[in-house]
């Protein structure tokens, strides 16, 4: 089993594979509303994922949608890669809610005993459009203190 170091969340070192949902700026008005993300799509579909693994045996791709990863519970990690280079993986920890672009290899362990994701994607996603990667070896992450 191989282990990556869990990197902190930043708009910077998370641009090459997604965006971090956060507003831009806040007018002070009490309700601001800011569009963050936005594709063409006949539909979306909202899903709430359990993960209790510690280690990632594969990583996924959905070549034709973006999807998105909102923490619920728990403590996980958002493992991802280039679309051209998928055991060139990186590990940050999931503590808000993240955009990942299409095409980009992911997957999210726990590092709690359970944890909960909301994912929002394309419902107009064939499964043709969805691809998996076996890893040579199973991945888990930790964290450096």
């Not at 956060?22 to 007018?27: N, Y």
Request: net charge negative; hydrophobic share 40%.
């Amino acid at each position: 089993m191989k282990t990556i170091e869990i990197k902190t969340l930043t708009q910077s070192a998370f641009a090459p594979y997604g965006t971090i949902l956060r507003l831009s700026q806040d007018d002070g008005s009490g309700r601001y509303f800011e569009v963050l993300e936005q594709a063409h799509s006949t539909g979306w579909r909202i899903g709430i994922m359990s993960v209790d693994r510690y280690v990632a045996p594969y990583l996924e791709r959905h070549l034709k949608s973006k999807e998105s990863h909102e923490p619920l519970s728990g403590v996980m990690v958002l493992l991802v890669a280039p679309a051209d280079d998928p055991q060139s993986m990186e590990a940050f920890l999931l503590d808000c809610p993240v955009s990942v672009h299409e095409g980009i290899w992911h997957q999210v362990i726990a590092i709690s005993e359970k944890a909960e994701v909301k994912v929002t994607e394309n419902i107009d996603m064939p499964s043709s459009e969805s691809e998996t990667w076996k890893l040579q070896e199973c991945i888990t992450a930790k964290l450096e203190l």
